[in-house]
């Protein structure tokens, strides 16, 4: 079935400690996003991809950074300079990125600081 | 002021009730989002309007672009319809804005 996943479903970040999330899509979609999701706020986007090697930043890149070498995978990796990476974390897709296309969400990742 | 506010922030109704959620935005736009985001997380597209109004079974999305106001209802709620709604509004600069969302519950 195509779709979009993402893992793991919950983690957990040390402090000066990096961690990727991983996000990948069967759907032969040409781009992909981040957002970041806090309680009571709308979704803020982190950076976005239109093409394979290419990737823009987003409203609040600071402190995440991701690659886009193949076009199904879209990693995210949340830098120990990020003061308050928690947070639920959503990966997308859609055809394009003129905004008027559908874009297809992950199940989510849920990143928690000790 | 936020760009898209939604109302109310919270609504508690009886299975059968007819549901209004309303989303408000201040910039032009060529395009509005409604979403669901189940209570595990996860977000699925309901409908996508520039102008008038879309219907998918109980669901109902319309759009007043002079008014810049989108309201989704639902006929005939049942407790599975109990989620988050998400309004995103489409700028001419192609980059969504979001809405905080609109939670649910639909009491049996």
């Known amino acids: 079935d195509g779709g979009i996943t993402q893992s793991p479903k919950y983690l957990f970040r040390k402090e000066g400690q990096n961690v990727t999330l991983s996000c990948e899509q069967n759907?032969?979609?040409?781009?992909m996003y981040w957002y970041r999701q806090d309680p009571g706020q709308g979704l803020r986007l982190i950076y976005y991809?239109?093409?394979?090697?290419?990737?823009q930043k987003g409203d609040i890149a600071e402190g995440y950074s991701v690659s886009r070498e193949k076009k199904e995978s879209f990693p995210l990796t949340v830098t120990s300079a990020q003061k308050n990476p928690t947070a639920f974390y959503l990966c997308?897709?859609?055809?394009?990125?003129?905004?008027?296309?559908?874009?297809?969400f992950g199940p989510g990742t849920r990143l928690l600081v000790l | 002021k936020n760009e898209v506010e939604q109302s109310p922030q919270n609504l508690t109704a009886q299975e059968g009730e007819f549901i209004t959620i309303n989303c408000s935005y201040s910039v032009g736009i060529s395009a509005l989002h409604w979403l669901q985001q189940h209570p595990g997380g996860g977000i699925v597209s309901l409908f996508m309007l520039s102008s008038g109004k879309k219907k998918h079974g109980r669901l109902i999305a319309t759009i007043n672009i002079q008014e810049k106001h989108s309201s989704l209802h639902i006929t005939a709620s049942h407790p599975r319809d109990s989620a988050v709604y998400i309004c995103a509004v489409l700028p001419f600069n192609y980059q969504l804005i979001w809405g905080a969302g609109t939670k649910l519950i639909i009491k049996p």
């Open positions: 997308a897709s859609s055809l394009g990125t003129r905004g008027q296309e559908t874009q297809y």
């Open positions: 759907l032969n979609h040409d781009a």
């Open positions: 991809s239109q093409i394979v090697n290419d990737f």
